[in-house]
């Protein structure tokens, strides 16, 4: 069987360079050895392990694309980058023909999966690459969708926490406002309480200090007005290796569909899961 080419988007970012570690260690994959990144980084490449990963800016990334699809052929594009580079990388790998898998959050959504529908390549797109996160949130889909209104007259409080450089709130934690606000809760995205502070994170939230660098906490705690009931939803991943994983999947499953000849359809994680044609 032949190894599917995956080239890893936003090295040296954190999570990209976990994901191309992640490609590397798994004989389904191969590393393309060039990442999109961008104008803020001053480094031409990136050692990772045995692999010299080369830095396209945006000013060369266009040239270099085709050049390796000509050498190569085609491979899945998966992007860790920056939520303010989230449409315009969307675009670039739509105009390229690139079928890609994002990682990032932030931009905007409904413009990102619009740009992917009006082309000719699929994607995978998903603010949790987390397959048991995302199978949680896939429960409180199901309830707010039959059980409409149930905490009406409940308060309530979202807390997420992740490390310093996390640009923008958890795209998890906003989806999860619009499950409860369809349960009959009143509650904006702008009141998710968001901390980034890595020495609160550990004097008051009590993340391990080897975690305080890479580490997705969030917590949903509804109250009765009365105070009588109280219902409390965590989850708390240390590390960033469970998005890895479900990152490879991702990939795996993005491959399939677009050996069937899939274009102009968004995938998600849910599909993922349940290995949805």
């Given at each position: ?54 830095l396209l800016k945006p000013e060369i990334r ?33 105009q390229y023909q690139l079928p890609f898998v ?36 896939a429960m409180m889909e199901f309830a707010a ?133």
């Amino acid at each position: 069987m032949s190894r599917i080419k995956v080239m890893v988007n936003g090295i040296p970012g954190n999570m990209a360079v976990n994901v191309a570690q992640h490609v590397i260690a798994d004989e389904r994959y191969a590393l393309v050895a060039c990442s999109l990144t961008g104008p803020e980084i001053q480094a031409a490449e990136h050692k990772l392990e045995t692999l010299s990963i080369r830095l396209l800016k945006p000013e060369i990334r266009a040239q270099v694309i085709e050049e390796i699809v000509q050498a190569e052929g085609p491979f899945i594009s998966v992007d860790y980058t920056h939520p303010s580079a989230v449409n315009a990388n969307a675009k670039f790998y739509c105009q390229y023909q690139l079928p890609f898998v994002m990682g990032t959050t932030g931009g905007d959504r409904s413009q990102l999966e619009a740009t992917v529908q009006a082309s000719s390549i699929a994607a995978v797109i998903a603010p949790n690459m987390a397959k048991q996160i995302v199978g949680f949130q896939a429960m409180m889909e199901f309830a707010a969708q039959n059980f409409q209104g149930l905490f009406e007259g409940y308060s309530l409080e979202i807390k997420e926490s992740h490390q310093l450089g996390k640009a923008d709130t958890s795209g998890t934690a906003r989806a999860m406002v619009r499950y409860f606000n369809q349960m009959g809760l009143r509650f904006g995205e702008d009141q998710i309480a968001k901390e980034r502070d890595p020495k609160i994170q550990a004097t008051q939230w009590g993340v391990p200090q080897n975690y305080l660098a890479g580490h997705g906490w969030h917590t949903y705690t509804l109250n009765s007005a009365d105070k009588t009931v109280c219902f409390e939803f965590t989850h708390n991943v240390n590390g960033r290796d469970v998005y890895a994983r479900g990152t490879l999947d991702a990939i795996q499953y993005l491959n399939a569909r677009v050996n069937e000849g899939a274009a102009g359809i968004v995938y998600t994680m849910i599909d993922v899961l349940q290995n949805r044609s």
